[in-house]
């Protein structure tokens, strides 16, 4: 089979493999959409294994298949997997960590917090930019119906961040958000946080994501290359804050208006990642009753739960990919995708 792999500075690269055989408890996906995370480009643009390891996730010497945001069908089972656990061709998204599965985390669909260790699928272990991936039968997460491919992509990751932290904001309708940095998972807080009932304000650097978070259902847009966005969030709301922000940047400025935009009981989360922000504790936080808290991704259950809201929300969340890219066209897709400028890509079979 074919596989997408990233050498490091900015390179990536097609690569021939065995197709992968299931072992006990494991199943083999056949790929039909594998979607593009913002996160992927600290892999694409670093020196090979520095972006792993500074994530403490360690590094290898050969490159894994890229692509944390697996969607396809069941063709596959090894020994231990019974059809009705993964039934043949059944449509399934994948929680891309794999722990022990037997600690309190794991058995909470929390893989990804265990303290045994994790492998994550696109990162420290084959990924789902390939023909084929195979996975722990208990990582799957069945894909509704009503959902495309491209779609069940989009909730394995970006969307389903985005989710996971309004749900852990206990976003209530009315309530003013402001969402900070347009890319994926930003623009998949505004189009959700939008449907929950929140009156949305989008914060972005470039023109062309503002524009579309203006599409997906943004109430107002704050451009921060032009103006202040801490002073701009302050006027919209009358000098009191926003109920709720979100940050999706990663960057020290952005954490920093997002704190001290939010009002008096606010609430703020943190989801991009790396970086890091230096707060006055006293005036940011303790005098304004703060809640600051952050959110990494998602369970295996919140993974369901969020595209059974898409589903049954009838949420046209197939509007948010601006790219869609065939596996040899990786290269370019994430030549693109490095500007930053646009909305989601994903890669489909």
């Known amino acids: 089979m074919r596989g997408a792999v990233f050498l490091g500075n900015r390179k990536v690269e097609i690569r021939n493999f065995p197709d992968p055989t299931p072992g006990p408890g494991e199943v083999v996906i056949k790929m039909r959409a594998s979607g593009m995370c913002g996160s992927d480009l600290k892999f694409y643009r670093s020196p090979p294994g520095e972006a792993q390891k500074a994530l403490g996730l360690g590094g290898d010497a050969e490159p894994f298949i890229a692509g944390h945001e697996p969607c396809g069908e069941v063709v596959a089972r090894g020994p ?59 990582t799957l997460v069945p894909l509704p119906e009503e959902l495309s491919f491209a779609e069940g992509a989009a ?48 914060v972005e650097t470039n023109a062309e994501r503002l524009a579309l978070a203006r599409q997906f259902g943004a109430d107002e847009v704050v451009d921060s290359s032009k103006v202040d966005a801490e002073k701009a969030l302050k006027e919209m709301t009358r000098g009191e804050g926003v109920d709720l922000a979100l940050d999706c940047t990663g960057v020290a400025a952005a954490r920093l208006a997002a704190v001290r ?43 369901g739960e969020c595209a059974r809201f898409v589903a049954d929300n009838r949420i046209a969340l197939e509007r948010i990919f601006t790219h869609r890219w065939k596996l040899e066209q990786a290269p370019e897709a994430y030549r693109v995708f490095d500007q930053q400028a646009s909305g989601k890509g994903v890669i489909e079979f």
């Open 80 to 138: 231990g997997v019974s059809e009705r656990e993964a039934p043949t061709g059944q449509r399934v998204m994948d929680h891309h960590y794999a722990g022990c599965g037997v600690c309190p985390h794991c058995r909470l669909g929390w893989s990804q917090l265990c303290r045994a260790g994790i492998t994550v699928y696109g990162v420290t272990a084959h990924g789902g930019h390939a023909e084929y991936l195979k996975v722990p039968a208990r």
């Open 155 to 202: 909730v394995a990751c970006g969307t389903g961040t985005a989710y996971g932290a309004l749900r852990r904001m206990h976003l209530a309708g009315g309530s003013m958000l402001a969402v900070f940095g347009m890319g994926p998972v930003g623009i998949s807080a505004v189009l959700l946080g939008a449907k929950m009932g929140a009156r949305v304000i989008a």
């Open 261 to 303: 935009a939010a009002k008096t009981w606010g609430t703020v989360c943190f989801v991009g990642e790396g970086g890091d922000v230096t707060i006055d504790v006293s005036r940011d936080m303790l005098r304004k009753q703060l809640t600051l808290i952050g959110s990494w991704t998602f369970s295996a259950m919140g993974m």
